[in-house]
């Protein structure tokens, strides 16, 4: 009987080492793949959030602009047709 129990030690101490070592492996392919998606991603041509949302703003600015400015130059057409050519 002692030599079933320093077996199923034995086996019990292999299969946590294989454990162990196979949850490295796992840890190590996780962190290798994160890198490799940072370096993929980083070689885009790609903005930053904030950036996104800083040249929107301004778009929208000057989306405000262009129609405050065609709304002017309508009123001044209309002015322009009212008033007798001298």
């Known amino acids: 009987m002692q030599s079933e129990n ?7 101490k292999m299969i946590n080492g ?5 949850a490295g492996m ?3 392919a ?4 994160r890198e490799k998606m940072r370096e993929w991603l980083g070689g885009l041509d790609m903005v930053s959030r904030d ?9 929208l600015a000057a989306r405000e ?3 405050a400015l065609k709304e ?3 009123a001044l057409e209309a002015a322009s047709k009212k008033t007798p050519k001298a």
């Not at 950036?51 to 778009?59: L, S, V």
């Open 51 to 59: 950036e996104f949302e800083a040249t929107k703003a301004i778009a």
């Open 6 to 12: 320093k077996f199923l030690e034995d086996l019990s």
């Open 65 to 67: 602009e262009v129609d």
């Open 30 to 33: 996780e962190t290798n793949m």
């Open 72 to 74: 002017r130059i309508t």
């Open 18 to 22: 294989a454990a162990g070592t196979i």
């Open 26 to 28: 796992g840890r190590e």
